[in-house]
């Protein structure tokens, strides 16, 4: 039997984190979903070792996605992210 990869979602969003877990589950991912940074934070703290990969989105309030992913690396460097964004200035190719 072959492992399912973890998935820990985040987007404040609670309709596109709804679709993008649709979409995941479909595909056969296993996954805890988050609208909220901080406590997807500490979800990820009390476990770090529960997911294979983070995906998240990049403006939040609260905690930014790429400082949400920071957090997460301090913990667990070598865990896989994804950051996800219609639109950011504050990010470019080099700093992901």
Avoid: H
Wanted: with cysteine; aromatic share 6%; net charge negative.
């Amino acid at each position: 039997m072959t492992k399912k990869t973890r998935i820990l979602l985040v987007d404040d969003e609670p309709a596109i984190a709804e679709i993008y877990g649709q979409i995941l589950n479909r595909l056969g991912y296993t996954l805890e979903v988050k609208t909220d940074p901080l406590e997807a934070l500490e979800t990820f703290r009390r476990d770090p070792w529960a997911f294979d990969l983070l995906i998240t989105d990049m403006t939040m309030p609260r905690l930014t996605g790429d400082k949400l992913a920071l957090e997460v690396m301090r913990i667990r460097s070598d865990m896989p992210v994804i950051l996800c964004t219609g639109f950011s200035e504050r990010m470019e190719e080099g700093r992901a």
